[in-house]
T-cell receptor, first 118, second 111 residues
C-alpha cells in the first residue's frame, strides 16, 4: 500500500532555532500533502495544504512565516518551524490522499514528528 | 466550529463488552473515514464509507454510514485489550480535499 515516510520522528531543539520536517511518498506521487498538528489527547488540526509546484494554503490562524511549507517535488513536502518557541512543541503529522483517490480509499499518514522546544 | 461531533470522547470498558462510537454532522460528506491512532504514531485507516446507508464489517468492527451521509457509527463487538487506542472519524467533502476530523474517542479496554 501507499506509504508516507516522515522524518525525524522526534526532535528536541533550542528556542530560536529552526527545525525541518520531511514527508516523502515512497511508492506514489503525492501532488497534495496536508500538514496537521496534534496536541496531547486531542484530535488533528489542519495547518496547511501544500501542492507540488505552488504556494501552500494555510488555515486561519496559522502563521505562514513561522511554518514554512515547501512541496518542490511530487514525492517530497517539508515543513520548517522557524524561530521555534516552547509553545510550538507538538506532534506534527503529514498526510496525502491515497494514489487511487482519497475520497474512496482514504488518506495515508506519516508516522508523525514529536517536536519539543526547550 | 466543529463540523464533526464525535462521541463519546472517552470510554473505558471491560474486555468482552460491546461499544458504539458516533460521529454526527449537519453537513453532508462525500465519504466518511475511520482511523485508529496509537500513541506517537500517525492515524491508520480502518475503513471508508461512501454510499448512504452503507454498512461495512472488519472482523469485530462494524461501520455504518447514515442514509443522508451526515453521520456514521463504529460498533465494536466483544472488545479486547488490543482494541485500546484513539479512534477518529474524518469526513471528506469532495475530491482530495483535507479531512475534517472529529475530536476522537479514546478507548480503553480493560482485561
Amino acid at each position: 500500500g501507499a506509504v508516507v515516510s516522515q522524518h525525524p520522528s522526534r526532535v528536541i531543539c533550542k528556542s530560536g532555532t529552526s527545525v525541518k520536517i520531511e514527508c516523502r511518498s515512497l511508492d506514489f506521487q503525492a501532488t497534495t500533502m496536508f500538514w496537521y498538528r496534534q496536541f496531547p489527547k486531542q484530535s488533528l488540526m489542519l495547518m496547511a495544504t501544500s501542492n507540488e509546484g505552488s504556494k501552500a494554503t494555510y488555515e486561519q490562524g496559522v502563521e505562514k512565516d513561522k511554518f514554512l511549507i515547501n512541496h518542490a517535488s511530487l514525492t517530497l513536502s517539508t515543513l520548517t518551524v522557524t524561530s521555534a518557541h516552547p509553545e510550538d512543541s507538538s506532534f506534527y503529522i503529514c498526510s496525502a490522499p491515497s494514489p487511487t483517490g482519497g475520497l474512496n480509499y482514504g488518506y495515508t499518514f506519516g508516522s508523525g514528528t514529536r517536536l519539543t522546544v526547550v | 466550529t466543529q463540523l464533526l461531533e464525535q462521541s463519546p470522547q472517552f470510554l473505558s470498558i471491560q474486555e468482552g463488552e460491546n461499544l458504539t462510537v458516533y460521529c454526527n454532522s449537519s453537513s453532508v460528506f462525500s465519504s466518511l473515514q475511520w482511523y485508529r491512532q496509537e500513541p506517537g504514531e500517525g492515524p491508520v485507516l480502518l475503513v471508508t464509507v461512501v454510499t448512504g446507508g452503507e454498512v461495512k464489517k472488519l472482523k469485530r468492527l462494524t461501520f455504518q454510514f447514515g442514509d443522508a451521509r451526515k453521520d456514521s457509527s463504529l460498533h465494536i463487538t466483544a472488545a479486547q485489550p488490543g482494541d485500546t487506542g484513539l479512534y477518529l472519524c474524518a469526513g471528506v467533502k469532495s475530491g482530495n480535499t483535507p479531512l475534517v476530523f472529529g475530536k476522537g474517542t479514546r478507548l480503553s479496554v480493560i482485561a
